[in-house]
């Protein structure tokens, strides 16, 4: 059954320091999301992106962040230059229609950033 | 602006017993509601999608509903087993257009042999 891959697993990085995450959405889906989920808390929307272009950002996804869908199949999400808070675990998402019954947003396993 | 709620927070019950989740949202006009299942440490499994114009889905021993009207959806899960332990979350794709999803917090389940 095909999923959504994310790497790496796990990213450890300094104050600072620029990171890159990936993502592998479903090959026949149009929409991808990124979400991320600070330790106990909840599940929280970062952006979605359809046909290379942002389609809505949240206010957490400020200039330090970017999205880009550099080929036919990653999604990545970039932090500029990382603070301790955004140390979080990061989803990403996508979903073959936006509405519809073909809406639903299948997830991957996450990328654990931490931020030291 | 929408929010999603869970209650309970977090629920322990016996093998075997049926049970039922809550998730409540503010704002009517949702066109979706997605219950999610997320075991610790890990991703978010796709349980079941409610659309707009259901009122129900169904997937083995789960059943989901929504009501629009009230503001409510829940999760029915029968016969409960070990290996439902996990946190469940709901989660409303509201005004916006572009299929951001509002989750709730999430009940953590335990249900013990």
């Known amino acids: 059954e095909p999923e959504v891959t994310q790497t790496p697993s796990h990213q450890v990085t300094q104050m600072g320091q620029e990171v890159i995450l990936r993502c592998v959405p479903i090959?026949?889906?149009?929409?991808f999301y990124w979400y991320r989920q600070i330790l106990g808390q909840k599940v929280e929307f970062l952006v979605s992106?359809?046909?290379?272009?942002?389609?809505?950002k949240s206010e957490i996804f400020d200039d330090q962040f970017s999205v880009e869908r550099p080929d036919g199949s990653n999604f990545t999400l970039k932090i500029r230059s990382t603070k301790l808070e955004d140390s979080a675990m990061y989803f990403c998402?996508?979903?073959?229609?936006?509405?519809?019954?073909?809406?639903?947003?299948?997830f991957g396993p996450g990328t654990r950033l931490t931020v030291t | 602006k929408q929010e999603v709620t869970q209650i309970p927070a977090a629920l322990s019950v016996p093998e075997g017993e049926n049970l039922v989740l809550n998730c409540s949202f503010t704002d009517s006009a949702i066109y979706n509601l997605q219950w999610f299942r997320q075991d610790p440490g890990k991703g978010l499994t796709s349980l079941l999608l409610i659309q707009s114009s259901q009122r129900e889905q169904t997937s083995g021993r789960l059943n989901a509903s929504l009501d629009k009207s009230s503001g409510r959806s829940t999760l029915y899960i029968a016969a409960s087993q070990p290996g439902d332990s996990a946190t469940y979350l709901c989660?409303?794709?509201?005004?916006?257009?572009?299929?951001?999803?509002?989750f709730g917090q999430g009940t953590t389940l335990q249900v013990k042999p």
């Open positions: 090959s026949n889906h149009l929409y």
């Open positions: 992106f359809y046909n290379n272009e942002i389609s809505e």
């Open positions: 989660a409303g794709h509201g005004s916006s257009n572009t299929g951001k999803l509002i």
């Open positions: 998402a996508s979903s073959e229609r936006h509405l519809g019954n073909t809406y639903e947003q299948y």
